[in-house]
């Protein structure tokens, strides 16, 4: 449903990276994916994708991003699609009220929330998630290597998919090295502006 709602054409190189998440995620072992792009090669709407493939399985989402400005980024990137299609979003970040938080948490433990966009504050241990399923972390070597593993312990058998416009040599290192699958997104959208 989410891929029919889109209003624009998915390029061949994210036909690609769809069709190899796909596969990881039938697979018997939990994916551990980086998808690779420049700024404004579509890794969002490839988050987007598997977010839903995991909601629809009845799982939850969270997506970490370094700044708070980031994630109210992808919060509204998120929200224009889920809200067509009645998957609950919500945004989790130091700047809310304490009242307001206490309610998200709530949510994140029942289930309520299926997508969750954060920073740093998703890895609090009041944050409990009734079935995590799937972490998103975008520009993955801004956070430490215990800050995303407390994220991804706080569900079972937790799916990765990475996402970065800049590789550094640790994350070459990851892929190359087997710890993590490679996706390309190497072609730019139809119709997009440069990027300044």
Known sequence: KMYKSLNFTLTNAQIKAMREIRKD????KPMNRLIQGDV????????MLT???IVGNGSQVA?????????????DSFMNYCEKLDISC???IGNIWTKDKKQLYDNLENGKIQIIVGTHALIQEKVIFKNLELV????????????????????????ILAMTATPIPRTLTFA?????DLSWIDELP???LPIK
């Open 63 to 75: 997506i970490m991003a370094r700044t708070e400005i980031l994630a109210e980024q992808h919060y």
């Open 176 to 180: 190359i090295h087997g710890d993590m």
């Open 40 to 47: 404004g090669r579509g890794k969002t709407v490839i988050a």
């Open 51 to 53: 977010s839903a493939i």
């Open 136 to 159: 998103v972390v975008d520009e993955q070597h801004r956070f430490g290597v215990e800050q995303r593993k407390k994220l991804i312990t706080k569900g079972q058998h937790v799916n």
């Open 90 to 92: 919500e945004l989790l």
């Open 25 to 28: 995620l039938a697979m018997d």
């Open 190 to 192: 139809e119709n997009r």
